[in-house]
């Protein structure tokens, strides 16, 4: 077994027992782990394709740095419950009579809250009655900030 395919092979066994250590559930940090666990190793499986010798080894490395931030990044998102309060928050103060801010709790992941307020007063867009929500919700300890556009249709402010 060459040099390039000992190391790949360390990193996917590496990548593998790490992942048994992950603690169960759908939460944002377990996301954000199995994110990070399985582009790691598909980054080193696909880096060990290119190259010979010490390149196949950077190749390794490399693919294996680059997957990882990449999954971990991808990971780092809101699960659909916690997405699903987000997008109530918005639609409620989108909908309020009055400016206000609407504040969630995600029920199975201490660290993921936000709440939603208004980023701008209602205006004429064209032919439409619009305003937007500014959403903004901590995950892992990281801000997240999102705007969202509602227009008056039927006595109701939709997401546009």
């Given at each position: 077994?060459?040099?390039?395919?000992?190391?790949?092979?360390?990193?996917?066994?590496s990548?593998?027992?790490?992942?048994?250590?992950q603690?169960?559930?759908?939460?944002?940090?377990?996301?954000?782990?199995?994110?990070?666990?399985?582009?790691?190793?598909?980054?080193?499986?696909?880096?060990?394709?290119?190259?010979?010798?010490?390149?196949?080894?950077?190749?390794?490395?490399?693919?294996?740095?680059?997957?990882?931030?990449?999954?971990?990044a991808?990971g780092?998102?809101?699960?659909d419950?916690?997405?699903?309060?987000?997008?109530?928050?918005?639609?409620?103060?989108?909908?309020?009579?009055?400016?206000?801010?609407?504040?969630w709790?995600?029920?199975?992941?201490?660290?993921?809250?936000?709440?939603?307020?208004p980023?701008?007063?209602?205006a004429?867009?064209g032919?439409?009655?619009?305003?937007?929500?500014?959403?903004?919700y901590?995950?892992?300890?990281?801000?997240q900030?999102?705007?969202k556009?509602?227009?008056?249709?039927?006595?109701?402010?939709?997401?546009?």
């Amino acid at each position: 077994m060459t040099r390039g395919r000992r190391l790949a092979a360390a990193v996917a066994i590496s990548a593998l027992a790490l992942a048994g250590c992950q603690t169960t559930g759908d939460g944002p940090g377990n996301n954000q782990q199995s994110g990070f666990l399985l582009g790691g190793l598909a980054g080193a499986a696909a880096g060990a394709q290119f190259g010979s010798g010490e390149g196949r080894l950077v190749a390794v490395v490399v693919g294996a740095l680059v997957g990882a931030i990449a999954g971990g990044a991808i990971g780092a998102s809101l699960d659909d419950a916690d997405r699903l309060r987000a997008e109530n928050a918005a639609r409620q103060v989108a909908n309020a009579p009055s400016a206000g801010v609407v504040h969630w709790q995600s029920e199975k992941n201490k660290d993921v809250h936000g709440w939603a307020e208004p980023a701008s007063a209602a205006a004429l867009d064209g032919d439409d009655l619009c305003k937007q929500v500014k959403s903004i919700y901590y995950l892992s300890g990281q801000e997240q900030t999102e705007t969202k556009r509602f227009c008056l249709q039927d006595g109701r402010w939709t997401e546009a």
